[in-house]
């Protein structure tokens, strides 16, 4: 079945520290792939999708490229800050029938942002 | 925009007890899903309906009843809790991008 990995379980960072948290997938066909981000007490808010192969996404100076090569997405951000501090959540979407995205998620990764 | 409520906030359940978690959307979506979050565990989907009256099993459908008797609901039942159980239920709409509520946090002792 399709299965979502996220390497990093927790990373701990500086402010204005590069961010990568490697996200890579196995699915059969041509999923999308989404980035998810959940705040304290909040459900997870969607950040970005990629749809096809290198497409990047972006959103809040986050990107991701989408590499079926690799079959990675991962995420990055230059310089984070500590209001950053989430749990970050990546997925995989199949459409399955008009109007119904199976999504797949990874386990999280938790980042702690220190000022 | 919309949102999305979830009813309770927090929950406390005894053993074997049947227990009913409720969602209302005002996005007006088709499709609205339930999902359960576990420490370390991502989310999982329960049960997901693409219509009213519709309900279809995820992959963590055992233990689990739904309904969907109007558009803007959705409810999930816990058939019967298990002892020192914890998790984090989390309802959704949406089609291709999903909105989620904030979640009712479950405990059972």
């Known amino acids: 079945g399709d299965s979502v990995t996220q390497t990093e379980g927790q990373v701990a960072l500086s402010e204005e520290d590069f961010l990568t948290i490697h996200c890579n997938y196995s699915?059969?066909?041509?999923?999308?792939l989404f980035w998810y981000v959940q705040y304290p007490g909040e459900g997870p808010q969607f950040l970005f999708r990629?749809?096809?192969?290198?497409e990047k996404g972006s959103s809040r100076g986050f990107e991701a490229t989408y590499d079926k090569g690799t079959t990675s997405f991962h995420l990055r951000k230059a310089s984070v800050q500590e209001s950053d501090s989430a749990v970050y959540y990546c997925?995989?979407?199949?459409?399955?029938?008009?109007?119904?995205?199976?999504?797949?998620f990874g386990a999280g990764t938790r980042l702690a942002v220190c000022p | 925009g919309g949102i999305i409520t979830q009813t309770p906030k927090f929950l406390i359940g005894q053993e074997g007890q049947k227990l009913t978690l409720k969602c209302q959307q005002n996005?007006?979506?088709?499709?609205m899903y339930w999902y359960r979050q576990d420490s370390g565990k991502g989310l999982r989907l329960i049960y997901y309906?693409?219509?009213?009256?519709?309900?279809q099993k995820g992959d963590l459908s055992e233990g689990y009843d739904a309904s969907r008797e109007k558009k803007s609901s959705f409810s999930l039942t816990v058939t019967s809790a298990q002892k020192n159980e914890m998790a984090v239920f989390l309802c959704?709409?949406?089609?291709?991008?999903?909105?989620f509520g904030p979640g009712t946090r479950l405990t059972v002792l």
């Open positions: 997925a995989l979407g199949v459409v399955l029938s008009g109007s119904f995205n199976k999504l797949t």
């Open positions: 309906s693409i219509t009213e009256n519709d309900l």
């Open positions: 996005f007006n979506h088709d499709t």
């Open positions: 990629a749809s096809r192969d290198k």
């Open positions: 959704a709409s949406g089609s291709y991008e999903q909105y």
């Open positions: 699915a059969s066909g041509y999923p999308a």
